[in-house]
């Protein structure tokens, strides 16, 4: 079956632009994740969802940054304002329910604001 | 200081050998331990969890988890080239939101 997709797989901004970023969890997950991966890294996370409401949005950065999921499956991650520091590869994951033991991650969106 | 250390490598050894990685971690309230794998400019890869304490072994993997002293350990014995890729450490105290370690690089030379 199909796993995580996210698009685009790159993204190239300038300072100060708006972006969206798209997950499309696996098919029947009702929990999503976001997490940030700087060069170098591990993954930082950002925001989970349960279904359509976000249960945790404290690794979020700050209010340049926001998330939604309006009908359970797909999110977009939005960020406005870009900066230079924004740059990093931005991982979706889904797991079945919230508290399932695996993740299931996608490619990635790799971001590079200049 | 950060929740969960790891030695970022890089790490090389050859093909066949036994590969110990590892993690230390400060939070006691971790209580889902997991290895993830990850391949260059892919996303990381469930390879194996643990719940609470103890030993899990699937194939040529071994992950241990001592709560006492806030470290796990992964081992891969007979290591292949194929295994070689980056290895990521990671703890939740629900199997939420994870915490991961920064994540060790290992190639394995055929």
């Known amino acids: 079956g199909a796993g995580v997709s996210q698009t685009p797989s790159n993204k190239v901004t300038e300072k100060g632009k708006y972006v969206e970023l798209r997950c499309d969890p696996i098919?029947?997950?009702?929990?999503l994740y976001w997490y940030r991966q700087s060069l170098g890294q591990g993954p930082e996370f950002l925001i989970y969802?349960?279904?359509?409401?976000?249960?945790?949005d404290s690794g979020l950065p700050n209010d340049r940054f926001f998330a939604v999921r309006p009908e359970g499956s797909v999110s977009t991650l939005k960020i406005q304002r870009t900066e230079r520091g924004d740059s990093a590869v931005y991982l979706c994951?889904?797991?079945?329910?919230?508290?399932?033991?695996?993740?299931?991650f996608g490619p990635g969106t790799r971001l590079l604001v200049l | 200081q950060k929740e969960v250390e790891q030695d970022p490598g890089p790490l090389s050894v050859p093909e066949g050998a036994i590969v110990s990685l590892n993690c230390t971690y400060s939070?006691?309230?971790?209580?889902?331990f997991m290895w993830y794998r990850q391949y260059s400019r892919k996303g990381p890869e469930l390879l194996m969890y643990?719940?609470?304490?103890g030993n899990k072994e699937d194939g040529r993997f071994t992950a241990q988890v001592d709560k006492s002293s806030k470290y796990i350990s992964l081992f891969i014995r007979d290591s292949q080239p194929s295994d070689s890729a980056t290895y990521l450490c990671?703890?939740?105290?629900?199997?939420?939101?994870?915490?991961f370690g920064q994540g060790t690089r290992l190639t394995i030379n055929p």
């Open positions: 643990t719940y609470s304490s």
């Open positions: 098919s029947g997950h009702t929990a």
């Open positions: 939070n006691s309230a971790f209580q889902y």
């Open positions: 990671a703890m939740s105290p629900r199997a939420q939101k994870l915490v």
């Open positions: 969802f349960q279904g359509t409401g976000a249960a945790d």
């Open positions: 994951a889904s797991s079945l329910t919230t508290g399932a033991e695996t993740q299931y």
